[in-house]
């Protein structure tokens, strides 16, 4: 076997970017920068802000406003996540935790999204699976369907 020559396993298991093909930085297609201001924000601090919103949906807002326990009303924290979403992004385009950890949600033109984007975009956000399955621009099925994508601040 050739040294030049990748086992099968390695390309298997690293996807197609180790077998070779060049897909190019996520957001290249979408005209977005490689690095900086502007660029498709990583996981970490879209799951970091992410955790920061239910924490603050949570516990200030469900447990420290409305009383309510969210051990036996799960769902009150998550229509209030939705509501939340719905208002910040549709209308700043960023949610506490994602002021805090610098990134935002963006419309594909560079601006805030609107408050019908960011309605599909966080009943989608809230199913959990939509955000589960993502492209090559690290863009969710919830940011295809509102037309948006995450971006460093």
């Known amino acids: 076997m050739s040294s030049k020559q990748p086992r099968w396993t390695q390309t298997w298991l690293g996807g197609v970017r180790s077998a070779g093909v060049d897909l190019g930085y996520p957001g290249e297609r979408l005209g977005l920068p490689e690095e900086g201001s502007g660029a498709v924000a990583g996981f970490g601090r879209r799951i970091g802000a992410l955790v920061i ?8 807002v469900a447990q420290g406003i409305f009383r309510v326990n969210p051990a036996e009303q799960g769902w009150v924290p998550l229509v209030i996540f939705c509501v939340v979403n719905i208002l910040l992004v549709g209308t700043m385009g960023m949610t506490f935790g994602m002021r805090l950890l610098g990134i935002r949600v963006a419309a594909l033109d560079g601006g805030n999204p609107g408050l019908l984007p960011a309605l599909v975009r966080s009943l989608l956000l809230c199913l959990a699976v939509p955000a589960l399955i993502w492209d090559r621009d690290q863009r969710g099925l919830h940011d295809r369907a509102a037309n948006t994508v995450v971006v460093r601040m």
């Open 53 to 60: 919103d239910w924490m603050i949906c949570t516990w200030a």
